[in-house]
């Protein structure tokens, strides 16, 4: 009889989950605008006001863990789950770009608190032996909001709807996800014996391994998410780069509904390992692109969609089990941490693919950018195979 996994707390924190994302990434590619049209931002003035956010957020990722670790985790994460939701409210009466600027800061910081909190909660409430599924269909939530969110965001302002009207849009969706928050019924987490502050209760020092090999991994994703509409118009691909994504969230839709199961079955490593072998053919094929248009713009557009579905496959089969593979090296006193140390490696990755994928491209090309991604995939195939799987089957704990 296996455990039961669908239960009313694991629905409420999927809801919760969604409607936080769907919150934020219906702003995504609205904000851009709004500093545009209302402040008059330059282009690079609008660029680090944006990038405060992730900064924010990276800079409270491994103290979140230390405090999911030492604190109750359910009230935890109703406080950042909160304060990230009034900060739509706060949009809205920001009158200078510095107030707003100060908003987002505090914006980002909450962010990462309650992506720590969740992803930590969720843990807590699902059995351990469905973990690698329920975390595929806990991220599977965030998914489904980014192939959405980022749509209805701009509809909305294509529609001529004001930026408080959109405004309103995400915090309302926050206000309904806060509710389900509130509703989710965490087990009782016993005080646990304070150890001595160590580097180990903000990095899970064993997950550093796992830790680089992500990293490398989320450089050329990094300049995906954010490069790849340019690296089309630069090539001359004349598609809706839009639907890449809406692609990408297929992929990833699709893989995580059985890649989870896999993990669950022990397979961690091995289902990582399939995941990166498809993601390096993919930025290979990326970089690619810049040489196929020539040979027929047709077949570029379709296998420029075919890399965006095999990206989403890709990272939808990885992130489950990388997830999984963290939490497993880790004591149970220890998931925040383990959490914390998964997302702030991706999130460095992200970071460091923003500035490489933007230097690279102003030194040279965007198809030079994808294939110095593409050779990172493989180092981090490599390592991980060669490094990273020994030491997990050396060192988990189940």
């Known amino acids: 009889m296996k455990d039961r996994l669908i239960t009313p707390g694991y629905c409420f924190i999927l809801a919760a989950n969604f409607l936080l994302y769907f919150g934020f990434w219906l702003l995504i590619p609205v904000l851009p605008f709004y500093l545009s049209e209302v402040f008059n931002a330059g282009n690079s003035t609008i660029g680090i006001i944006l990038s405060c956010y992730t900064v924010a957020a990276l800079c409270i990722r491994p103290f979140s863990g ?6 109750a985790r359910k009230p935890l994460y109703l406080l950042a789950y909160f304060v990230f939701m009034t900060m739509f409210a706060g949009y809205i009466i920001a009158g ?44 599977l939530s965030n998914n489904i909001a980014m192939a959405v969110g980022p749509m209805s965001g701009l509809f909305l302002h294509d529609a001529g709807m004001s930026f408080t009207t959109i405004f309103c849009c995400s915090l309302c969706s926050c206000l309904a996800g806060f509710m389900c928050a509130m509703s989710v019924k965490t087990p009782y987490k016993p005080p646990v014996k304070k150890e001595p502050v160590s580097l180990d209760r903000f990095i899970l020092l064993k997950g550093i391994p796992a830790g680089i090999s992500l990293l490398l991994l989320s450089i050329p994703y990094g300049m995906t998410t954010n490069y790849v509409a340019m690296y089309a118009k630069e090539i001359g691909i004349n598609v809706t780069t839009g639907f890449f994504f809406t692609f990408m969230a297929a992929g990833m839709a699709i893989s995580r509904i059985f890649s989870g199961k896999l993990v669950d079955k022990g397979k961690v490593t091995q289902v990582i390992s399939a995941g990166l072998y498809i993601v390096v053919s993919s930025f290979f094929l990326l970089s690619a692109c810049v040489y196929i248009i020539q040979w027929n713009a047709v077949a570029c557009s379709i296998i420029f969609f075919l890399i965006a579905l095999l990206l989403g496959v890709g990272f939808g089969i990885m992130f489950p089990a990388y997830n999984t593979l963290f939490v497993n090296l880790a004591p149970n006193s220890q998931r925040g941490t383990a959490t914390s140390t998964y997302l702030t490696s991706w999130d460095v990755g992200i970071g460091i693919g923003m500035l490489a994928g933007g230097y690279i491209s102003d030194v040279s090309t965007f198809d030079r950018s994808y294939l110095f991604g593409a050779c990172l995939t493989i180092i981090s195939t490599l390592y991980f195979n060669r490094k990273v799987s020994p030491h997990y089957h050396k060192n988990k704990l189940r």
């Open 96 to 139: 200078s770009l510095t107030l707003f600027i100060l908003f987002r800061i505090i914006h980002g910081v909450s962010f990462g608190m309650v992506t720590v909190a969740g992803n930590t909660v969720v843990i807590d409430i699902m059995p351990s032996s469905r973990r690698g599924e329920g975390l595929g269909y806990y991220g």
């Open 66 to 71: 230390y405090f999911l670790d030492s604190f």
